[in-house]
């Protein structure tokens, strides 16, 4: 098994360019969650899915969409790329949702100039 | 305000010895807490999982206790080595509630 795996590894956009941060999971795993990591920050939930078809916003959604039209795959789009979205963005999958335990990507590293 | 508090924010401790990383939560009604391990440049990755009812579980060298009553948790590491150089997460899940509550992690370097 690959596990979560994300691309691109790394990214540098423009301010106002859109762009999708892919992310794959073949475990099976209905429950998928996207993350940002910030410097002194806690990881933040931008988007979560509890299974295909079904998605909801988390703790920082604005600027962010996703759709889950598969199990495996869960991508997360930016619209319109802010200085602000420069993050460290991870995928990540769970067996049994938020309760079970995690299994993240290998991560993404976004900046936005 | 955040529901998970760690400290300390970060150490620097000598190959082979021990320390003790802390966690406070404020999470409620409480479900399960973990702890993670993430290495610089990857994703987090487990290292215990802790229920109410748990007060000590051991993973190598890593010790985790859990305190349900004062809402407390540790990660012991012990005879400590260059490979646990990282940040330590200590994450809290909540009954009812698809979403996890995310300490901002302990940063563990290990010197020789």
């Known amino acids: 098994n690959a596990g979560v795996t994300q691309t691109p590894k790394f990214q540098v956009l423009k301010t106002g360019q859109s762009m999708t941060l892919q992310c794959a999971q073949d475990m099976n795993h209905e429950y998928m969650s996207w993350y940002r990591q910030d410097p002194g920050m806690g990881l933040r939930l931008i988007h979560y899915s509890v299974g295909a078809g079904i998605t909801d916003q988390g703790e920082v959604p604005n600027g962010y969409n996703v759709s889950r039209s598969t199990t495996e795959d869960f991508p997360l789009r930016l619209l319109s790329a802010a200085p602000s979205q420069t993050s460290v963005y991870f995928c990540?999958?769970?067996?049994?949702?938020?309760?079970?335990?995690?299994?993240f990507g290998p991560g993404t590293r976004l900046t936005v100039t | 305000k955040n529901q998970v508090e760690q400290s300390p924010q970060s150490l620097i401790i000598l190959e082979g010895k021990n320390c003790t990383l802390q966690?406070?939560?404020?999470?409620?009604?409480?479900?399960?807490l973990r702890w993670y391990k993430q290495d610089t440049g990857r994703g987090p990755v487990s290292l215990t999982i802790?229920?109410?009812?748990?007060n000590t579980k051991s993973n190598g060298r890593y010790t985790a206790t859990l305190d349900a009553d004062t809402k407390q948790s540790s990660l012991h590491i012990t005879a400590s080595q260059l490979s646990d150089s990282a940040s330590y997460i200590c994450v809290v899940s909540a009954e009812g509630n698809n979403r996890l509550a995310f300490g901002k992690g302990n940063q563990v370097v290990v010197i020789p």
């Open positions: 990540a999958s769970s067996l049994t949702g938020s309760l079970g335990e995690q299994y």
């Open positions: 802790m229920t109410f009812s748990e």
């Open positions: 966690c406070n939560y404020t999470v409620s009604p409480f479900s399960n």
